[in-house]
Nanobody
Framework: QVQLVESGGGLVQAGGSLRLSCAAS????????MGWFRQAPGKEREFVAA????????YYDASVKGRFTISRDNAKNTAYLQMNDLKPDDTAVYYC???????????????????WGQGTQVTVSS
């Protein structure tokens, strides 16, 4: 199992930016699908973004498309989520996840992630 550690959360005003990082322990990081999810208080965890291994295709939820960017640095075994133009509705605990699989247009929301991080809190004030 891959160990994942998120960092970079915090408190930011609406319209601001944050960059989340997810450091992975796997030597085979370059072959991992990396995903970001979030869970707001009283709500279910929801998909935010995901990226195929090898820096390939990426996918976003409609609510963040155009504002958030997922990326990865395979040399550092780290995935990132750049979040711009943050809104109060983006307030949540953000989790990264990893899976040895391949994303397609039809499955990117529904794959089973093998490993999850502990989460990092993002709070956006109005």
């Amino acid at each position: 199992q891959v160990q994942l550690v998120e960092s970079g959360g915090g408190l930011v005003q609406a319209g601001g930016s944050l960059r989340l990082s997810c450091a992975a322990s796997a030597r085979t990081f370059s072959r991992l699908v990396m995903g970001w999810f979030r869970q707001a208080p009283g709500k279910e965890r929801e998909f935010v973004a995901a990226m195929n291994w090898g820096g390939g295709s990426s996918y976003y939820d409609a609510s963040v498309k155009g504002r958030f960017t997922i990326s990865r640095d395979n040399a550092k075994n780290t995935a990132y989520l750049q979040m711009n133009d943050l809104k109060p509705d983006d307030t949540a605990v953000y989790y990264c996840a990893a899976a040895f699989t391949f994303l397609t247009d039809s499955n990117y929301r529904n794959i089973n992630y093998d490993s999850w991080g502990q989460g990092t809190q993002v709070t956006v004030s109005s």
